[in-house]
């Protein structure tokens, strides 16, 4: 139970003793229950019973003033828990979904000694970063909502705390919230109180079941099924890729991109976010040849004031939709955040109704979707007006590119080849980007992605570029694809692929793929068997056979015939067909 790490001149090892297990109690304002919110539906919907999901359990650092002791946290956790109503919640499944509300919650404070030694806030990173692990290798079952570790040094004071919440509790702005009350509290035992009712996810279930919510519920749910009809099976389809299992993250952490951002955020009066996202946009454009790019993010979905300082799961997936084109980067900024805005506008939705509705557009485009967000920014910002006025000079920021550094490191699989996340952009921008497969999406595939958005960053920092200089920046090739690649519904499909898919999915019949007959895109012929007889069977067998293959989609159009010809591979050499159709 030990880790090395540098902390400042010195090598220090960290080593956890476990002393003590707190049970904290806290009673709030009242036990009830009701329905369950739309952000709680939504995580309910991914998160099942039995689910060691990643994200099932958010672990973090909660920050500690120095000289805290113990006894101080377990009266600031213990506020918490009394103040927000979702940290004494548990959930009730089935087709009545409900949240119980309990009237006193109480959850495990584990206490861990550093043992003897000078221990201060200049440790506290590295014995976090243990304590977390620590944590995460502790399993109780009993513990569904909050758990809390502290280590402490010889005298017993508090060098860093960390949390485990159920992600059915909180989002990860639930959790900013959090840490702010957290450190406040800690810092001043005077604001060590309850305080004012707040709105809780109780209320927040009453208000969505209001006709004006519903309206807007129904209104979020006609968009997103809107741009699910345009959003391609896998945006990074690189041919002659195979999976091979192991999943890595590579972090670009780069102070130079850092103050370009900045400068790109004060010409084009946008958030800093969305500079990252445009360049990200651009990048993929680049090098996949999509004119518009249709994807999975995520909102916060914390827009109106009563919602600001709320604890509860309201954060749900969204799907933007960016059309590069043939914009200047600026332009392309500014179509970024309206985009993004226009998603979040979109973004608080019934979950139920969702999924209904993608099923029957799997079924409708011959294809499954990924779900996990291709990009998810976890800085907490919009225009603001901190970055007016900024200016770096283009030999400093050059100069600072000496600093840029890319990290790999093995992470947990997760359910999408390819993922961006935005985690810090002051004083420098943290990139993190997530293969599931490195055989899908190699490292320096990953690599290159990052090093590229640098790259535009950068060059974007002096002045607007125009659509061809924002190609050029990036310094990419487009990818090279074969005749057997077709652009076919929003996405790019490997013919080759496909073929496979039908060999697997019809036989005994005999099954040829083409990327057009007659103006019509992907179309199968096949021989007729007891199995298959209609469009709509041929239909349902290669769908069921479809969901692991990522650049694939089911044929548009299905040609059943009495037998096959000499040379199946001649679409004209095929007899009259028996029936024809989509299946759909």
């Not at 992470?411 to 055989?439: A, I, K, M, Y």
Request: charged fraction near 25%; hydrophobic fraction near 40%; proline fraction near 6%.
């Amino acid at each position: 139970m030990s880790t090395s790490t540098d902390t400042g001149q010195r090598r220090r090892r960290v080593r956890l003793t476990p002393v003590d297990a707190i049970q904290v109690r806290a009673t709030g304002s009242r036990a009830a229950e009701g329905p369950v919110t739309l952000g709680q539906l939504n995580t309910m919907q991914w998160l099942r019973p039995d689910d060691d999901h990643i994200a099932a359990v958010l672990r973090v650092e909660l920050p500690v003033p120095d000289g805290r002791s113990v006894a101080d946290v377990v009266e600031t956790a213990a506020v918490l828990v009394a103040r927000h109503e979702s940290l004494r919640t548990t959930y009730v499944r089935g087709e009545d979904p409900r949240q119980v509300v309990s009237a006193t919650g109480e959850f495990t404070l584990h206490v861990c000694s550093l043992g003897e030694g000078a221990w201060g806030p200049r440790d506290r990173t590295a014995v976090a970063v243990r304590l977390l692990a620590w944590l995460q290798e502790r399993r109780d079952t009993a513990a569904t909502t909050l758990r809390m570790a502290v280590a402490t040094d010889e005298h017993g004071v508090v060098i860093a705390c960390v949390a485990g919440f159920s992600h059915m509790a909180v989002d990860f702005g639930s959790i900013e919230v959090l840490k702010r009350e957290f450190a406040g509290m800690l810092a001043h035992p005077d604001r060590r109180q309850v305080g004012e009712p707040r709105h809780q996810p109780l209320d927040q279930a009453e208000l969505e079941a209001t006709p004006v919510e519903r309206r807007r519920t129904r209104a979020a749910n006609d968009y997103v099924r809107e741009l699910a009809r345009r959003q391609p099976r896998y945006l990074l389809a690189l041919p002659g890729t195979r999976p091979s299992g192991e999943s890595l993250a590579v972090e670009l952490s780069s102070p130079a991109a850092a103050m370009a951002v900045r400068q790109v955020a004060a010409r084009t009066r946008s958030s800093r976010s969305s500079v990252v996202l445009a360049a990200t946009c651009a990048v993929l454009a680049r090098r996949t040849g999509y004119r518009e790019l249709v994807f999975p993010s995520l909102s916060s979905n914390r827009f109106e004031r009563h919602l600001v300082d709320f604890v509860g799961s309201l954060a749900q997936g969204n799907l933007v939709a960016v059309e590069v084109g043939d914009r200047g980067f600026d332009a392309l900024v500014k179509h970024t955040w309206a985009a993004v805005l226009e998603a979040s506008r979109h973004a608080r939705y019934d979950g139920v109704e969702r999924a209904a509705s993608d099923e029957r557009t799997q079924h409708e485009r011959g294809m499954h979707f990924l779900y996990d967000p291709l990009f998810n920014s976890l800085v907490p910002e919009s225009w603001s007006g901190v970055t007016a006025g900024v200016r770096h000079r283009p030999e400093e920021i050059t100069a600072a590119l000496r600093q840029t550094e890319l990290r790999g490191r093995p992470v947990p699989h997760n359910g999408t080849p390819l993922r961006f996340g935005l985690n810090e952009v002051d004083g420098r921008v943290r990139l993190d980007l997530w293969s599931s497969d490195t055989g899908l999406v190699p490292r320096a595939e990953m690599e290159s992605l990052l090093l590229a958005v640098e790259r535009l960053l950068v060059g974007a920092a002096a002045g607007d570029l125009d659509a061809s200089r924002t190609r050029e920046a990036t310094g990419l090739e487009p990818i090279t694809r074969t005749p057997d690649w077709v652009l076919v519904d929003s996405c790019w499909v490997d013919l080759v692929e496909v073929q496979h898919l039908l060999d697997e999915a019809l036989a005994p019949a005999t099954a040829r793929v083409f990327g057009s007959v007659d103006g019509r895109d992907l179309v199968a012929y096949l021989t007729a068997t007891d199995a298959v007889r209609t469009p709509e069977q041929a239909h349902a067998r290669c769908l069921a056979a479809l969901p692991d293959r990522l650049n694939v989609l089911t044929p548009r159009h299905y040609v059943l015939c009495p037998t096959a010809p000499a040379d199946p591979a001649d679409p004209a050499a095929w007899p009259a067909p028996l029936i024809s159709g989509t299946g759909r």
